[in-house]
T-cell receptor, first 112, second 112 residues
Framework: GQQVMQIPQYQHVQEGEDFTTYCNSSTTLSNIQWYKQRPGGHPVFLIQLVKSGEVKKQKRLTFQFGEAKKNSSLHITATQTTDVGTYFCAGLGGGSNYKLTFGKGTLLTVNP | DTEVTQTPKHLVMGMTNKKSLKCEQHMGHRAMYWYKQKAKKPPELMFVYSYEKLSINESVPSRFSPECPNSSLLNLHLHALQPEDSALYLC???????????FGPGTRLTVT
């Protein structure tokens, strides 16, 4: 079945450093969604990418969808303590793989 | 109103008890979901309702019984649970099936 791998599992950075998390799917995706979950909180939607090669920016966050629609990345520039949390990608498969599969998440901690 | 509400926030139940989790959204979303999330793991999809009809059941044991009384409400009936069912149960809704999801704060369930 469809699998979505996400790396790294953990990332600890100093405030001001950049951070990137990567997702790879075993199958071509219809779209990929990104969520952030603060410690003790619930997942909050960040963005959805649909088009091959798409790049979207939200302030210090940059999201990319690969040309083959099988991989994606989230890059945060100049991290802040408010960026702490677990970042999940969730890939929506197409055709017979029509299901939303979450990656295992990347836990980001930021040292002030 | 972009909020999904869930009650109760916390629930402790014995293995012979029957209890229900409730979820409500007033965004006019057509799809509603139940997820189970264990600590340090991604949300795991349990059920999807689309237009008040069960569209996806991810092979969930029958001790979990979902119900969608109307387009705004989603319940999860619990009976004869096991200690390994202890987890955070998240409800979510979306405008389109498996699209951008709004998560509720969750019910933290402990089975003793």
């Amino acid at each position: 079945g469809q699998q979505v791998m996400q790396i790294p599992q953990y990332q600890h950075v100093q405030e001001g450093e950049d951070f990137t998390t990567y997702c790879n799917s075993s199958t071509t995706l219809s779209n990929i969604q990104w969520y952030k979950q603060r410690p003790g909180g619930h997942p909050v939607f960040l963005i959805q990418l649909v088009k091959s090669g798409e790049v979207k920016k939200q302030k210090r966050l940059t999201f990319q969808f690969g040309e083959a629609k099988k991989n994606s990345s989230l890059h945060i520039t100049a991290t802040q303590t408010t960026d702490v949390g677990t970042y999940f990608c969730a890939g929506l498969g197409g055709g017979s793989n029509y299901k939303l599969t979450f990656g295992k998440g990347t836990l980001l901690t930021v040292n002030p | 109103d972009t909020e999904v509400t869930q009650t109760p926030k916390h629930l402790v139940m014995g293995m012979t008890n029957k209890k229900s989790l409730k979820c409500e959204q007033h965004m006019g979303h057509r799809a509603m979901y139940w997820y189970k999330q264990k600590a340090k793991k991604p949300p795991e999809l349990m059920f999807v309702y689309s237009y008040e009809k069960l569209s996806i059941n991810e092979s969930v044991p029958s001790r979990f019984s979902p119900e969608c009384p109307n387009s705004s409400l989603l319940n999860l009936h619990l009976h004869a649970l096991q200690p390994e069912d202890s987890a955070l149960y998240l409800c979510a809704s979306s405008q389109v099936d498996l699209g951008k999801q709004y998560f509720g704060p969750g019910t933290r369930l402990t089975v003793t």
